[in-house]
């Protein structure tokens, strides 16, 4: 599986991960950095302690959205 991102997304998604003090955020952005340097779902999956479906999941949503709307935070708690 090849997946690339574009140089200017590559540079936002560092930044943010630099300054990211929210775990789940933070997990969003390295999984499309790890995907960029060519890991693999199953590879970046293990650093979190998370899921490679979560890794696929969080693919699709970028790919489905674009960069704007995956980093959106809409998530709801109970």
Known sequence: MRFELAEKERKLLREIQRNEKYKRDYIKVTVLLML???QSPQNIALFP???A???YRHLENYRTNGLEKYLANKYQGY
């Open 36 to 38: 960029d340097l060519g």
């Open 49 to 51: 302690g998370i899921d």
């Open 53 to 55: 479906g979560t890794i």
